[in-house]
């Protein structure tokens, strides 16, 4: 009685503004046993082969939940909305039509999966009718709501002694990304003074080293702070934990105003830059942009 074709197809369709409109639940709903009876038969149906009920009064009292009394009380009510074949079963236009739809369906995407299987192992994948009832995998149909089944989304499992099947790459392969000049800046520090190097650059790494750049655009004041790290005995693992500062700490926002002040004021002092007037500033512009446009124009007189 059972086969996958019915088991596959394990929700129904309802259709509920279809059915309040119907002139079966309007006759019906006057009498909840013949009511319940015809909703019944209706769930009854889909679950079976074809879609189509036995005929006998015993079989249908059964499927309805009535006693043969109770059933034999309703039946002339609940008959009249139900179809006969011509080959002594009952049938109804309606759940027909949606179970061809659904049987369509499910079939289409069988094939569909045996196709893609073949394209993607390079052999035809058999026919889930021809397995094995232990093996079978229900198909996903279109009126199910549920999450795919463990078994859809396992992987396939070679038998003892077969090769296991190659992976096969869904995505392009990605380049690496190409790392930062700060990141650069600081590995080459990191290999001076002793603490680890970034190993990976990520586009977290990326985007907070750009972030870094936006208030700090001089790489030689952060060559600075990355030596002043560097110089402190606590952040090169003289605590407790052994911890030691890496890239991620030292271009942190909560941590790296600290070591850019010290390295700017570290560089004013070595520098020594003499306070200028309104005057020398404005005469030292003119002769940078003199300068900048003598270069562009290709004279170095």
């Known amino acids: 009685m059972a086969s996958d074709a019915k088991d596959a197809l394990a929700v129904i ?16 709903l006057s009498d909840p046993a013949a009511l319940m009876a015809y909703r019944e038969l209706l769930d009854a149906m889909w679950g079976e082969d074809g879609c ?10 059964a499927l309805a939940g009535l006693s043969f009394k109770g059933w034999m009380k309703v039946r002339e009510k609940v008959l009249r909305f139900l179809s006969d074949d011509g080959n002594g079963r009952l049938t109804h236009p309606r759940s ?7 049987v369509a369906y499910r079939d289409g995407c069988r094939r569909g999966g045996q196709k893609t299987a073949a394209k993607r192992w390079g052999s035809d994948s ?9 093996n079978r995998t229900p198909s996903p149909t279109l009126f199910s709501d549920s999450s795919p089944t463990q078994s859809q989304n396992s992987r396939v499992v070679p038998e003892d002694g077969d090769e296991p099947p190659a992976e096969v790459s869904t995505k392009a392969e990605r380049k690496p990304k190409p790392i930062h000049p700060l990141g650069a800046l600081w590995n080459a520090v990191a290999g001076d003074v002793g603490l680890p190097k970034v190993a990976a650059w990520t586009s977290a790494r990326d985007r907070a080293a750009k972030g870094a750049l936006v208030e700090e655009p001089d790489l030689a004041v952060w060559d600075r702070a990355f030596r002043a790290i560097g110089s402190s005995k606590f952040h090169k693992g003289g605590n407790d934990r052994g911890w030691k500062a890496d890239f991620d ?19 004013a002092t070595e520098n020594h830059a ?4 309104p005057a020398e500033i404005e005469a030292d512009m003119a002769r940078r ?10 004279s170095h007189a």
């Open 13 to 28: 369709p309802w259709y509920w503004r279809d059915w309040r409109a119907s002139k079966a639940r309007a006759v019906l």
């Open 52 to 61: 189509f009920l036995p005929s006998d009064d015993e079989s249908l009292a």
């Open 96 to 102: 027909q039509h949606e179970y061809s739809k659904a």
């Open 126 to 134: 058999p026919p889930t009718a021809d397995l094995p009832p232990g």
């Open 249 to 267: 700490f030292a271009i942190r926002p909560s941590s790296r105003g600290k070591w850019l002040d010290e390295a700017r004021n570290a560089n």
């Open 274 to 277: 003499p306070v200028l007037t």
């Open 289 to 298: 942009r003199e300068l900048t446009n003598r270069v562009r124009n290709g």
